[in-house]
């Protein structure tokens, strides 16, 4: 009965949300993904997506890779939690104890840890050696035999997310070094994945919560990038890589292990809602050559993994930018605009305007005025991310009904 109810819930979903009362800084005629240069990409994605839908069979793999809009985790949670109504639930994606790098956690997941440890973030300068960073874009290294990382994916007691399997992203300094996993009363060894570096485990039962420790000898580390539980369930797998400050050259040239990593996501979809930091400047010092040439390096690593894999550009916010003495006005958003529609004419990707859905220059003092946007003029609230995330899925699911 569910699977034929999805497809019909699908279809009537746009109008749901289209009826609602939006605020009216809103800018409804700019809200559809647009194509420049053609869809095939596309099109097979939503095929994908028709097919998971239709037959709640197979897995649909998203990546959402940003900066601070995608690291606050309420914008792509709210899409991931949309396309719930749609399609079945697949994997949590990549999980980091942020807190070790004392920024901001996704608040979705609960996960704590012991022992002391160095993670240094990959944004910001430090006097730590920085580790080898993958797909979250955090690394934490620790000597501590002590330390133990623990998380629970569905902390509001409902089941959503449990798994069977458990991937640790990391390295040891030596072969002495590695994670071991506690399930229950159950310590688990692991099997060693030589081709994507990481640590596989099989659970006895399926959890929702497990605690990582790690077998470190005297004069040995252990670097933890990721950790990854796996349902094996069909759905959709919602990744995302969110790093504040992050820039295009930050994910490209700090993260050699990002295309390795980017190889257990296999996307069908990527969104790119990078631009905002590349952009922090003046006018004059942005360079749209630059930032298209660093572009199509990314892109070119997506297509690496995937051939098939569509493209979706999110366009910089209306926003201000960071000075010395304060907060001035990014006038870069245009410019960063036009780029983002050259190169999704040149690998026929798509692009949602996020620019012109607020209303474009100066729009942001309105979002602002309506407690969507914080003081700053370059952050949304928490009520201003979960908007994005419901008018970036309506988009989405206009373009399937419009593609049918």
Known sequence: MKNKILPLLALLLPAILV???LPDCVKTENSALVFPGGRSAQD???????????TGQGNVNIWHIGGSHVQAAYFPNRIMNDLDSIAPRGDRGFLFPRRLC?????????????????????TLNSKLEKPRYGITGFGAR???????????VSPDSV???????LRVLGYGSSERAWPYVVSGTDTLRHSYDSLTASYLFSLPSRADSVT???????????TLTGIQPISGRPGVNYYTSGVNGAKLTTWLDKCPDLERDLRLVNPDLAILALGINDSACTAKDFKPGRFKDNSRRLIEMIHRVNPDCAIIFITNNDSYRYVRRGMTYNENAPAVRKAMMELAGEYGAGVWDLYGLMGGAHSVQRWKNLGLVKPDRLHFTDEGYTLLGDLFFEALMEDRNSAR
């Not at 994605?45 to 839908?53: E, T």
């Not at 956690?105 to 002391?116: A, F, L, P």
């Open 19 to 21: 009826s609602r009362e």
């Open 44 to 54: 097979r994605f939503l095929a994908k997506l028709d097919s998971l839908v239709s």
């Open 212 to 222: 990582v420790g790690f077998e470190i000898p005297s004069g040995e580390t252990f």
């Open 102 to 122: 004392k920024t901001n956690s996704d608040k979705s997941y609960r996960i704590s840890y012991t022992g002391t440890w160095e993670a240094p973030m990959m």
């Open 142 to 152: 620790t000597s501590d035999s002590s330390a133990s990382v623990s998380f629970n």
């Open 159 to 165: 089941s959503l997310w449990s798994f069977s399997r």
